[in-house]
């Protein structure tokens, strides 16, 4: 036997430590040599493209790798930063780039369902046929019959028939089937003999909106892997219920790139605390104690909210949020009241306390009692249980207003989380007030700003302090 050097290709692959590499050295046979493939080509060999992806080695792994690397780099991410906050959509709070990996299996399914419900009855023959064919070879039966492909399509244990390897059959369909699992989709029938794909309880009948039905579930898994993280799963939860608590990833003006890199860290929980650096340095804490106020245990939650030495400060980013709300005021109102930070003289009187919610406005018809409050995000439950604890301590106050002004009196809290969290019910304050709807989105992203950047001065002061501290 004698090889044609002109007709074949070599790809060498060895490993340099842990890291794979191509070899592209020189290689002869029978007095040729032989074009050696490097590790962005490809031959093309009976209908199939051979190269490093189908030696084992994903090239959109392999590009996915280096995008995230430039992106970490850009963002000032350690390498410890967790794969899902790349993938997860914008609104959730991740960066919304997409996965390679996950976009071409997307789009497999997409073109494979699409095939055998093609309106055009020829290709929709051709793929079914197919189908049946690469069914038959594979489990070695005379007929492919509907549960049988169905069973096959969900990459279900083929039970009770002698399956074997694809051999000459392999294709799109056979590649079909991991994908169907990798996404975690289902294959069925309809009545009238279409195939369907459902997640969970879920089902797209549209194949024209098929594609974003199977993008919005990819996005789905990203974020439910990040929520389920014991140390980010509760921050990654409340920035995600309204768009604008994450305008400062869409917009580079927003926030100084110093400002934005913190923010990333602080809801990543990757700041240098105490309580969180045994997890990525070998050398164990001696202390978790607050090295400001020596009370208690150096976490996130305290620095920002609790710890009594920054607490002018604490106390700024809560007025810089509540100024906002005061700028959104139109000047036109036809307000009689405007109170601000003052103490109610009408449940003085009557209940015989000194309340002093942050603003007051009243007109001819009602009054609107409003108090800004700036809770950790520590879960949707704790940004609930401060604006309800906000409201049950001003009722006796509204009880007061109700009975001295005889006019209907509505209590609101605005709450704005300290890593940016916009509460939804903030949506409603300033259409009370009579802003409209375009300047009270301008509302929330202002007042998200203004968290963002009061955090950022707590923190400075803080670490300020303990930098002193240490010489």
Same mark, same amino acid.
């Given at each position: 036997?004698?090889?044609?050097?002109?007709?074949?290709?070599?790809?060498?692959?060895?490993?340099?430590?842990?890291?794979?590499?191509?070899?592209?050295?020189?290689?002869?046979?029978?007095?040729?040599?032989?074009?050696?493939?490097?590790?962005?080509?490809?031959?093309?060999?009976?209908?199939?493209?051979?190269?490093?992806?189908?030696?084992?080695?994903?090239?959109?792994?392999?590009?996915?790798?280096?995008?995230?690397?430039?992106?970490?780099?850009?963002?000032?991410?350690?390498?410890?930063?967790?794969?899902?906050?790349?993938?997860?959509?914008?609104?959730?709070?991740?960066?919304?780039?997409?996965?390679?990996?996950?976009?071409?299996?997307?789009?497999?399914?997409?073109?494979?369902?699409?095939?055998?419900?093609?309106?055009?009855?020829?290709?929709?023959?051709?793929?079914?046929?197919?189908?049946?064919?690469?069914?038959?070879?594979?489990?070695?039966?005379?007929?492919?019959?509907?549960?049988?492909?169905?069973?096959?399509?969900?990459?279900?244990?083929?039970?009770?028939?002698?399956?074997?390897?694809?051999?000459?059959?392999?294709?799109?369909?056979?590649?079909?089937?991991?994908?169907?699992?990798?996404?975690?989709?289902?294959?069925?029938?309809?009545?009238?003999?279409?195939?369907?794909?459902?997640?969970?309880?879920?089902?797209?009948?549209?194949?024209?909106?098929?594609?974003?039905?199977?993008?919005?579930?990819?996005?789905?898994?990203?974020?439910?892997?990040?929520?389920?993280?014991?140390?980010?799963?509760?921050?990654?939860?409340?920035?995600?219920?309204?768009?604008?608590?994450?305008?400062?990833?869409? !917009? @580079?003006?927003?926030?100084?790139? %110093?400002? /934005?890199?913190?923010?990333?860290? #602080? =809801? *990543?929980?990757?700041?240098? +605390? &105490?309580?969180?650096?045994?997890?990525?340095?070998?050398?164990?804490?001696?202390?978790?104690?607050?090295?400001?106020?020596?009370?208690?245990?150096?976490?996130?939650?305290?620095?920002?909210?609790?710890?009594?030495?920054?607490?002018?400060?604490?106390?700024?980013?809560?007025?810089?949020?509540?100024?906002?709300?005061?700028?959104?005021?139109?000047?036109? !109102? @036809?307000?009689?009241?405007?109170? %601000?930070? /003052?103490?109610?003289?009408?449940? #003085? =009187? *009557?209940?015989?306390?000194? +309340? &002093?919610?942050?603003?007051?406005?009243?007109?001819?018809?009602?009054?609107?009692?409003?108090?800004?409050?700036?809770?950790?995000?520590?879960?949707?439950?704790?940004?609930?249980?401060?604006?309800?604890?906000?409201?049950?301590?001003?009722?006796?106050?509204?009880?007061?207003?109700?009975?001295?002004?005889?006019?209907?009196?509505?209590?609101?809290?605005?709450?704005?989380?300290?890593?940016?969290?916009?509460?939804?019910?903030?949506?409603?304050?300033? =259409?009370?007030?009579?802003?409209? +709807?375009?300047?009270?989105?301008?509302?929330?992203?202002?007042?998200?700003?203004?968290?963002?950047?009061?955090?950022?001065?707590?923190?400075?002061?803080?670490?300020?302090?303990?930098?002193?501290?240490?010489?």
């Amino acid at each position: 036997m004698k090889f044609k050097p002109a007709k074949c290709r070599v790809l060498a692959l060895g490993f340099k430590g842990s890291r794979s590499i191509v070899d592209s050295a020189p290689f002869r046979l029978d007095g040729g040599e032989v074009r050696v493939l490097d590790r962005d080509s490809f031959w093309r060999y009976l209908g199939k493209n051979m190269g490093w992806e189908s030696a084992g080695f994903s090239v959109a792994i392999y590009v996915a790798w280096i995008i995230r690397t430039l992106v970490k780099a850009e963002f000032r991410r350690p390498n410890r930063a967790f794969q899902p906050f790349f993938h997860a959509g914008l609104t959730s709070g991740g960066l919304g780039i997409p996965n390679l990996c996950c976009e071409a299996d997307v789009l497999k399914l997409s073109q494979a369902i699409k095939m055998v419900n093609s309106t055009d009855p020829s290709v929709r023959a051709v793929a079914r046929g197919r189908l049946a064919l690469v069914v038959r070879r594979t489990c070695r039966v005379s007929e492919a019959l509907e549960t049988l492909t169905v069973e096959f399509l969900n990459c279900v244990s083929l039970t009770g028939h002698d399956s074997r390897a694809y051999g000459d059959a392999h294709g799109l369909w056979t590649e079909v089937r991991p994908v169907t699992k990798r996404l975690g989709a289902r294959w069925f029938v309809t009545e009238d003999g279409l195939y369907q794909l459902a997640q969970g309880a879920d089902c797209c009948q549209d194949l024209g909106r098929l594609t974003k039905f199977l993008h919005l579930k990819v996005n789905q898994r990203w974020k439910t892997r990040w929520m389920d993280l014991p140390d980010q799963g509760k921050t990654v939860e409340c920035p995600s219920r309204y768009g604008s608590s994450n305008r400062f990833l869409r !917009s @580079s003006n927003v926030l100084t790139a %110093v400002e /934005r890199s913190w923010m990333l860290k #602080a =809801r *990543l929980n990757l700041l240098p +605390l &105490r309580s969180i650096r045994g997890r990525f340095r070998k050398r164990v804490e001696l202390s978790v104690v607050c090295c400001k106020c020596g009370q208690h245990t150096e976490t996130l939650p305290h620095v920002l909210n609790h710890c009594m030495p920054v607490m002018d400060i604490i106390t700024n980013r809560h007025n810089s949020v509540l100024e906002e709300l005061l700028d959104s005021i139109p000047s036109s !109102s @036809s307000s009689s009241r405007c109170d %601000v930070d /003052r103490v109610c003289e009408e449940h #003085a =009187r *009557l209940a015989n306390r000194r +309340l &002093r919610p942050d603003l007051i406005l009243a007109d001819a018809r009602r009054v609107l009692v409003i108090d800004v409050v700036c809770p950790f995000e520590n879960g949707v439950a704790s940004m609930d249980a401060a604006v309800e604890l906000k409201h049950a301590k001003y009722e006796d106050l509204c009880h007061s207003l109700r009975l001295a002004t005889a006019k209907t009196v509505e209590m609101h809290t605005f709450a704005v989380g300290s890593l940016g969290s916009y509460h939804p019910r903030n949506l409603a304050i300033p =259409r009370a007030m009579g802003v409209s +709807l375009f300047e009270s989105r301008l509302v929330s992203e202002r007042a998200v700003v203004a968290s963002h950047r009061g955090s950022h001065r707590v923190w400075k002061a803080w670490c300020s302090f303990r930098d002193n501290e240490r010489t």
